[in-house]
């Protein structure tokens, strides 16, 4: 909010607005503005109503291409292209899109890009928490104007599902799952009817041609809340599964890193896909329970050690060598945070952890400056 002083009093001139505070994390639609201006003006194909890209061309924003006057779509999701149509082309029937998934594996990333492409606005947003109520999917009240007046539109205020029925928008639902099962069922006389009754004024509203719904759910969350069979038959799930292969998930960490390096101002790693790749490594390898060859058995700590605790490892172990090493990321600088991440449970991963550092690390050729980071950081 941009602050100004008020000095009438002694005809002094107002000191000018501040310039607007810079976003740490700007919204899909802005960090990839260029790239959905380029591709609109390039889609000559038909569009559903009210959708800001035809569906060709969302799926070109989440996968990457080049356009034919060169523009460089960068690949958003990387995992299978039918996966993604399937997503687009539910979104632009009258069923709902659930992205399902364990940890890690982009649910959220694909979500916030979808609606970005379709709506060009990806912040009518609910996160699901155990503590969510029902207003925050169907309307809430301005207390202070319902006091004075009684119901009234005025005294209503829209969920961002509310809203974006209203206007023709994607809505999201985050962490599906975790609301509680009665707060959930909110959604099927929304997603069968396409209506939302407004019982206290005797209206209701009725979704407008553009509006659609998308909510993930945790794989690791089954039996928290789970959905009603009412309401799964609402959506069309699409399960976005663990990245197929080392070079796949190193590519995605690498990618993501890179991002999130220039937003946070760090500099680039001239060597760090070396320890890219062995983060990725470990992390599969312990994920699996079995080593990359396949001739060694591991067990598996309690964490999901998903792709995007990688992304968070590596962006840890590049701010570490940026601000107290020489730049070059290095195995000590990831070594603590792999530590973070796969001890989550102090006894019984500490054992996992050190079994796997002395039977698979310590034996791996060209692995022995990780493996005394590691051991060292986990004396």
Same mark, same amino acid.
């Given at each position: 909010m941009s602050v100004t002083t008020d000095t009438a009093a002694d005809g002094a001139a107002a000191a000018p607005a501040?310039?607007?505070?810079?976003?740490?994390?700007?919204?899909?639609?802005?960090?990839?503005?260029?790239?959905?201006?380029?591709?609109?003006?390039?889609?000559?194909?038909?569009?559903?109503?009210? &959708? $800001?890209?035809?569906? &060709?061309?969302?799926?070109?924003?989440?996968?990457?291409?080049?356009?034919?006057?060169?523009?460089?779509?960068?690949? $958003?999701?990387?995992g299978p292209r039918r996966l993604v149509e399937v997503a687009v082309t539910t979104l632009a029937t009258d069923r709902a899109l659930l992205l399902l998934g364990v940890p890690g594996t982009a649910k959220t990333w694909v979500s916030e890009h979808l609606a970005a492409a379709v709506s060009g606005d990806s912040t009518l947003l609910v996160q699901g928490t155990a503590g969510t109520p029902e207003e925050a999917i169907r309307y809430g009240w301005n207390y202070a104007q319902l006091l004075a007046n009684g119901p009234s539109r005025d005294a209503l205020v829209p969920s961002p599902v509310m809203r974006a029925m209203a206007e023709g928008m994607t809505a999201r639902v985050e962490e599906l799952t975790r609301i509680p099962a009665d707060v959930q069922d909110t959604l099927i006389t929304i997603l069968s009817e396409k209506t939302l009754p407004i019982p206290e004024l005797g209206q209701e509203v009725q979704a407008v041609r553009g509006f659609n719904l998308i909510a993930t759910a945790n794989d690791r969350d089954r039996g928290v809340n789970d959905l009603s069979s009412a309401l799964r038959r609402r959506f069309n799930t699409v399960v976005l599964p663990l990245p197929e292969s080392v070079e796949a998930e190193v590519d995605i960490v690498s990618r993501r890193?890179?991002?999130?390096?220039?937003?946070?101002?760090?500099?680039?790693?001239?060597?760090?896909?070396?320890e890219i790749r062995r983060v990725v490594t470990?992390?599969?390898?312990?994920?699996?329970?079995?080593?990359?060859?396949?001739?060694? $058995?591991? $067990?598996?700590?309690?964490?999901?050690?998903?792709?995007?605790?990688?992304?968070?490892?590596?962006?840890?172990?590049?701010?570490?060598?940026?601000?107290?090493?020489?730049?070059?990321?290095?195995?000590?600088?990831?070594?603590?945070?792999?530590?973070?991440?796969?001890?989550?449970?102090?006894?019984?991963?500490?054992?996992? &952890?050190?079994?796997?550092?002395e039977a698979v690390v310590r034996e791996r050729h060209g692995w022995k400056d990780f493996y005394r980071a590691c051991r060292e950081v986990s004396a």
């Open positions: 501040s310039e607007p505070a810079e976003s740490i994390r700007p919204h899909a639609e802005d960090a990839f503005a260029a790239e959905l201006t380029a591709l609109a003006a390039a889609d000559d194909r038909p569009r559903p109503a009210r &959708w $800001k890209l035809s569906p &060709w061309a969302v799926a070109t924003y989440l996968l990457g291409g080049t356009l034919p006057d060169g523009t460089l779509i960068t690949p $958003k999701y990387v890193v890179d991002q999130l390096g220039r937003s946070l101002e760090l500099p680039t790693a001239p060597d760090g896909m070396d470990v992390f599969r390898e312990l994920r699996d329970g079995v080593t990359s060859d396949g001739r060694t $058995k591991v $067990k598996s700590p309690s964490g999901t050690l998903s792709t995007a605790e990688a992304i968070s490892v590596v962006t840890n172990g590049l701010a570490l060598s940026a601000h107290f090493g020489d730049g070059v990321l290095r195995p000590g600088d990831v070594a603590a945070g792999i530590l973070g991440a796969v001890v989550r449970d102090p006894a019984a991963d500490r054992v996992i &952890w050190q079994e796997y550092l």
